[in-house]
């Protein structure tokens, strides 16, 4: 396509992405006993401190929906989906598959983590459902 023209087949397509929003505090990884290693700090720049390095890294956040109908009630033509947290693995391999998908009709949220298993060839590692 070139700079300045418009691909109306694409620009017509429902797309979807996600926008990741957590967790964000080291107080959520304690509260969920993410298991974690003991580590100090270089003390090159300030004081040697001991911290926490959790072994599991957390993402959750929403699905973002562009381009739906108005006339359904969609503001803007745009929906959303929240999302639980899931291991951010699977959620980068989520976030990528979700990039570069294009549907005519919206895909209820049980059918797109479904049809991303399926993709993904297994389950998605959710906090409280480990697989």
């Known amino acids: 396509?070139?700079?300045?023209?418009?691909?109306?087949e694409d620009w017509a397509m429902i797309t979807y992405s996600t926008n990741w929003?957590?967790?964000?505090?080291?107080?959520?990884?304690e509260?969920?006993?993410?298991?974690?290693?003991?580590k100090k700090t270089s003390g090159e720049i300030g004081p040697v401190v001991e911290?926490?390095?959790?072994?599991?890294?957390?993402?959750?956040?929403?699905?973002?929906?562009?381009?739906?109908?108005?006339?359904?009630g969609y503001w803007c033509g745009q929906h959303?989906?929240?999302?639980?947290?899931?291991?951010?693995e699977d959620w980068n391999v989520l976030s990528y598959w979700l990039d570069e998908l294009k549907t005519e009709e919206l895909v209820?949220?049980?059918?797109?983590?479904?049809q991303f298993e399926t993709h993904y060839g297994k389950q998605l590692r959710w906090i409280n459902n480990e697989s």
Do not use: H, N
């Open 108 to 114: 209820p949220y049980d059918l797109l983590i479904e």
């Open 1 to 8: 396509m070139e700079i300045g023209t418009v691909d109306y």
């Open 21 to 29: 929003m957590g967790p964000v505090s080291t107080k959520w990884y």
């Open 80 to 88: 959303e989906y929240g999302v639980a947290p899931m291991r951010s």
């Open 51 to 72: 911290y926490k390095d959790y072994l599991e890294s957390y993402s959750c956040g929403r699905i973002d929906i562009r381009g739906l109908d108005e006339e359904d």
């Open 31 to 38: 509260d969920q006993d993410i298991p974690f290693v003991l």
